[in-house]
Nanobody, 124 residues
Framework: QVHLIESGGGLVQAGASLRLSCAASGRTFTNYGMGWFRQAPGKAREFVATIDWSGGTTIYADSVKGRFTISRDNAKNTVYLQMNNLKPEDTAVYYC?????????????????WGQGTQVTVSS
C-alpha cells in the first residue's frame, strides 16, 4: 500500500512563497515518477508539474513555469514543490501523485496513487 501525505500549504499574500512537501511510504519511491496537480473551486483538476525517478527530467504547466520548481529527495522519499511569486489564481487544493512508472506524465490518468491534498490560498 502506498500513502502520500502533503504538507506546507497555507494562506499567503500575492508575491509570497511556499514550499509543499509530499512524503511517500513504501520502499519503491525511487522507481516512480511523481507529479503535482491542483484543483480550484468549481474547476477541474489540472496538471502543475512532474518529475522523473531520478529528478533529471521535469515538466511544468505553462501557468507556473518560471515560478514553481519540483524536486525530490529519494533518500527521504519526499517530493517538493517550491512555489515563488504566488498569484491569487494559484489558489487551489494541491495534490501529489505517484506515477505508474519511472517517467514523467502530465495526464492525471497516468497516476495510480494520490495524496489527500493541501490547501493553498493566495490573497491579493
Amino acid at each position: 500500500q502506498v500513502h502520500l501525505i502533503e504538507s506546507g500549504g497555507g494562506l499567503v499574500q500575492a508575491g509570497a512563497s511556499l514550499r509543499l512537501s509530499c512524503a511517500a511510504s513504501g520502499r519503491t519511491f525511487t522507481n516512480y515518477g511523481m507529479g503535482w496537480f491542483r484543483q480550484a473551486p468549481g474547476k477541474a483538476r489540472e496538471f502543475v508539474a512532474t518529475i522523473d525517478w531520478s529528478g533529471g527530467t521535469t515538466i511544468y504547466a505553462d501557468s507556473v513555469k518560471g515560478r514553481f520548481t519540483i524536486s525530490r529527495d529519494n533518500a527521504k522519499n519526499t517530493v517538493y514543490l517550491q512555489m515563488n511569486n504566488l498569484k491569487p489564481e494559484d489558489t487551489a487544493v494541491y495534490y501529489c501523485a505517484r506515477g505508474g512508472s519511472m517517467y514523467t506524465y502530465t495526464s492525471s490518468h497516468a497516476y495510480h496513487y494520490w495524496g489527500q491534498g493541501t490547501q493553498v490560498t493566495v490573497s491579493s
